[in-house]
């Protein structure tokens, strides 16, 4: 035996021992960097719901903003936070998707689609106020769109393209090739296999990369702004459903609005102790509706991917 | 060139085939047999799966893949490599069943109807007639009469296999090519699967890569051995593995190399 080498057994559990103490201390590191994320998140939330949490009720959802903080409410904020995330999704979604699918499924790789592909992962890192001012210029002043829902829903929804176009290529990506030569063996065109295969197995991935962008987009502020939405509003746009033909109207589409951040702004920078309760309700109710939309993400994706296993 | 006494299905003639400036077949000549079992036999690389995929043109699905020469199918001696056809059209003629076992992930009926789908079928009892006779012949209408609603995923390995046969069938192609089909499967799936191809050559030409010489013995009529991209020797399977008239075939089926 090479007994002269070989350290003794004594050395080689001194040896563990110290490694396992080094093993311990970087454990605990990590323990204390998660408990101080999660503290503090939690310390604010329940700071949230302590202040804002008594001022919710029947009257805060169904009022306009007031003077008085005790009769002032979000009816104008929700509602115009919900048309305008309509008019959010219904722009990026289908074109994020079928630009993913593009890229994808049909651009050849070259230097073109090389440098959408980089300029996409760019986009997505932009300031969101760069945003905001490219929409003043182009939906406010150059197509006259004005300081619409039409207008903050055009630019939330171009702010939040890039990533419902990474969230599509990703998810097409996830699908093995071999279910795509297998379409195409069966005699299938490209389109034939992106409806039928495509499509169908990566929607849950799009979906919660939608979400993902709605999540985002419902909480910006700057570029919202920048486009001009109002910060005090006691009217409601003109309603969808109209009692003459042809009983649906596009007319909300170019009203004024405000949305959720906005009024919580406005109340936080009001002086008086008690429109700072209100911005904490309307911090909870917003936090709900992110968190009804990731719901409903985890939900969905479920859904989708039950019956998918590669 | 090659000669065999039969009736044939298809003929190349002088293939070359190229990945960019790579070529990875070189003046390929081989009659297939109609009705009959030809395998492709050859070390890993010799491109005997790059071969099987030009009579489906799945290279064309990839970009800087050409063809030259000719795979002319009978009867009308159409050349399928031409760039003047059109690779759905071929597709639609020749089907094909891979490597691994790669259903849908969708029903069985769905799977095995998916073929008749996008050639516009819409008679609800003619493609259920179809599926039908598709799921005997791949020897799973037995086990799976019952459950045809359930999801494909759910199947053994070998089950999925025979599913993927049986998904390649119910377009009723006149080729049928398997690309080593046993090779993802355990031994009892794979007599299975051979019991299988040896039953199909009644109704359809096949042509088979296998990495398995005992399964290249067990279920061909014809073998061609393959080594970078060029046929060795072609003949019939008996007499390829009792007298092969090369060396290097010879070394290749006592295993000596490959």
């Known amino acids: 035996m090479f007994s002269s080498d070989h350290p003794s057994i004594l050395e080689v559990r001194k040896r563990i021992a110290f490694n396992k103490i080094k093993d311990y201390i970087f454990g605990m590191i990590g323990l204390l960097a998660t408990l101080i994320g999660f503290v503090l998140l939690f310390t604010l939330f329940v700071d949230l719901f302590v202040d804002g949490l008594p001022r919710i009720g029947w009257q805060f959802f169904t009022s306009y903003p007031s003077r008085f903080p005790e009769k002032a409410g979000i009816l104008s904020a929700w509602v115009g936070t919900t048309l305008v995330m309509i008019v959010t999704a219904a722009t990026a979604v289908p074109l994020g998707i079928a630009t993913g699918i593009y890229l994808e499924e049909y651009g050849k790789k070259n230097w073109f689609t090389h440098l959408i592909e980089i300029n996409m992962n760019n986009l997505a890192g932009i300031p969101s106020i760069i945003y905001g001012l490219l929409a003043l210029g182009l939906f406010v002043y150059f197509l006259k769109f004005g300081e619409s829902i039409l207008t903050g829903g055009l630019t939330l929804g171009l702010l939040i393209l890039p990533m419902v176009v990474i969230a599509t290529r990703e998810s097409i990506r996830g699908i093995p090739n071999s279910i795509r030569e297998a379409s195409y063996a069966s005699g299938a065109t490209k389109w034939q296999t992106i409806k039928d295969h495509i499509l169908p197995y990566s929607f849950g991935g799009i979906l919660t990369g939608m979400i993902i962008g709605l999540s985002r987009a419902i909480g910006e502020t700057a570029p919202i702004i920048t486009v001009g939405a109002l910060t005090f509003i006691a009217f409601l746009p003109s309603p969808p459903i109209t009692s003459g033909f042809p009983f649906i109207s596009f007319k909300w589409l170019l009203d004024p609005f405000t949305v959720m951040p906005i009024q919580m702004f406005n109340w936080v920078s009001r002086p008086q102790a008690s429109f700072h309760l209100n911005a904490a309700a309307a911090g909870i109710v917003l936090l709900f509706m992110t968190l009804l939309m990731n719901g409903f993400a985890i939900y969905m994706r479920y859904k989708f991917r039950k019956r998918i296993k590669w | ?258």
């Not at chain 2, 960019?20 to 030809?38: E, V």
């Not at chain 2, 020469?69 to 001696?77: D, K, T």
């Not at chain 2, 008749?116 to 791949?138: H, M, N, T, Y």
């Not at chain 2, 609603?149 to 296999?161: E, K």
């Open chain 2, 1 to 258: 060139m090659i000669r065999i006494s039969e009736k044939l299905k298809a003929e190349v003639k002088n293939l070359n085939f190229y990945y960019g400036s790579f070529q990875a077949l070189k003046n390929i000549d081989l009659p297939i047999a109609d009705k009959k079992i030809t395998a492709l036999i050859g070390p890993s690389g010799c491109g005997k799966t790059t071969f099987l995929r030009c009579f489906n043109r799945m290279h064309d699905l990839y970009p800087e893949n050409r063809y030259e020469g000719e795979i002319s199918l009978f009867p009308g001696g159409l050349n399928i490599i031409s760039s003047k056809v059109d690779p759905i059209e071929v597709r639609m003629r020749i089907s094909m069943v891979f490597q691994k076992p790669n259903p849908f992930p969708k029903t069985i009926v769905e799977n095995v109807a998916y073929g008749l789908r996008v050639r516009g079928e819409k008679r609800k009892d003619f493609i259920v007639e179809k599926v039908k006779k598709a799921l005997r012949q791949s020897a799973l209408w037995d086990e799976m009469k019952d459950r045809t609603d359930d999801l494909a995923f759910n199947l053994s390995g070998g089950q999925q296999q025979r599913l993927c046969i049986a998904r390649a069938l119910a377009t009723d192609p006149e080729i049928l090519l398997f690309d080593e089909p046993t090779s993802a499967l355990d031994p009892t799936a794979t007599s299975k699967i051979e019991e299988l191809i040896m039953q199909l050559k009644k109704e359809v030409t096949i042509i088979i890569v296998t990495h398995n010489m005992q399964q290249a013995a067990r279920v061909s009529d014809y073998t061609a051995f393959m080594y970078l991209g060029e046929i060795i020797e072609f003949d019939k399977t008996d007499k390829m593995f009792t007298k092969p008239s090369k060396r290097l075939t010879e070394d290749y089926i006592t295993g000596r190399f490959g």
